[in-house]
């Protein structure tokens, strides 16, 4: 019954490394978002999942950016060969079906790459 | 692509004060949504707005969706230590219906 969960909280890397980022949506919600939040900016969007359907990665910035949803549910962030332009915030946001609009948010991952 | 130009980007006031805020756009929404974010945490939904012209208030906060479906404002009423944090509008746009568009945010900062 809880909120959306993202795990790590924080992740500090090195340049160069491959990181995942993990998001567990609210239970039944059909839509996943991954958004990106650089300091004191606002959210900008990265990859959204609905059911079954191809995701939409209009937003990934590069290719060393991926996104897989297992099972409907769970789903990881991949950042291939991390940059230092890369640190921010990683948040998800997960919505039931049609209802992408209210759009619920779990607490971020804050990633740094040293 | 679609825009939200938020404003003001930063506001400080006495506890106490009323607080306004606006998103405008040269596009058209089909929703706009107000977040807050305190820090460490991520974006909570505050108010929803479905309909142009639409008035909806939660508690001290009012916010409406401008007629020409290209506008918001949100007010906080008397405001608290606790309604520090960042507000983000967001608008749900005609194209591309799942994905929202964020403002950059108004950080407030209130002095007791």
């Known amino acids: 019954g809880a909120g959306v969960s993202q795990s790590p909280s924080n992740k500090v890397t090195e340049k160069g490394k491959d990181v995942e980022l993990r998001c567990d949506p609210i239970?039944?919600?059909?839509?996943l978002y991954w958004y990106r939040q650089s300091l004191g900016q606002g959210l900008e969007f990265l990859i959204y999942?609905?059911?079954?359907?191809?995701?939409?990665k209009s937003g990934l910035p590069s290719d060393r950016f991926s996104a897989e949803r297992t099972g409907g549910s769970v789903s990881t962030l991949t950042i291939q060969r991390t940059q230092q332009e890369d640190s921010a915030v990683y948040l998800c946001?997960?919505?039931?079906?049609?209802?992408?609009?209210?759009?619920?948010f779990g607490p971020g991952t804050r990633l740094t790459v040293l | 692509g679609q825009q939200l130009n938020q404003n003001p980007q930063s506001m400080f006031i006495q506890e106490g004060e009323d607080v306004s805020m606006n998103c405008t756009s040269s596009?058209?929404?089909?929703?706009w949504l107000w977040y807050k974010q305190d820090p460490g945490e991520g974006p909570v939904l505050l108010i929803a707005?479905?309909?142009?012209?639409e008035l909806t208030s939660n508690g001290r906060l009012t916010a409406q969706f401008g007629i020409t479906r290209k506008d918001s404002f949100l007010n906080i009423s008397a405001s608290i230590p606790s309604d520090v944090g960042i507000y983000f509008c967001?608008?749900?746009?005609?194209?591309?219906?799942?994905?929202?568009?964020f403002g950059q945010g108004t950080r407030l900062t209130i002095n007791p």
């Open positions: 239970s039944g919600h059909t839509a």
């Open positions: 707005l479905y309909k142009a012209g």
């Open positions: 967001a608008g749900q746009p005609l194209q591309g219906a799942q994905k929202l568009v």
């Open positions: 946001a997960s919505s039931l079906d049609r209802a992408g609009y209210e759009q619920f």
């Open positions: 596009s058209i929404f089909n929703t």
């Open positions: 999942f609905q059911g079954n359907s191809a995701p939409d």
